[in-house]
Nanobody, 119 residues
């Protein structure tokens, strides 16, 4: 069974760093995109970043570009989101998601991990 499990969330002061992990299991992930989304209280879910499992190409939202880095470990079947220079506006539940390359919709979702950035 397919499962995405996020970890690494926590509380940090503004300007600090956190590294999130997403363990992806249950299938081969080649020809998939692994993405990160976040949702703050009272706000819509928003796209953060995505990475191609095939070639490692990544895309970032403007709000995190230059501060966050997404990467993957093909051996561990794990995707990471390295977050630096965190801001209070980054506070949200962060979700890992996956979709096949040929489909526009994300098919699999994790349960999320809380990131809280205090000023």
């Amino acid at each position: 069974q397919v499962q995405l499990v996020e970890s690494g969330g926590g509380s940090v002061q503004a300007g600090g760093s956190l590294k999130l992990s997403c363990e992806a299991s249950g299938r081969a992930w080649d020809r998939y995109y692994l993405g990160w989304f976040r949702q703050a209280p009272g706000k819509e879910r928003e796209f953060v970043a995505t990475i191609s499992w095939t070639d490692g190409n990544s895309i970032y939202s403007d709000s995190v570009k230059g501060r966050f880095t997404v990467s993957r470990d093909n051996i561990k079947n794990t995707v990471y989101l390295q977050m630096t220079t965190l801001k209070p506006d980054d506070t949200a539940v962060y979700y890992c998601a996956a979709r096949p390359e040929r489909l526009p919709q994300y098919k699999y979702w994790g349960r999320g991990t809380q990131v809280t950035v205090s000023s």
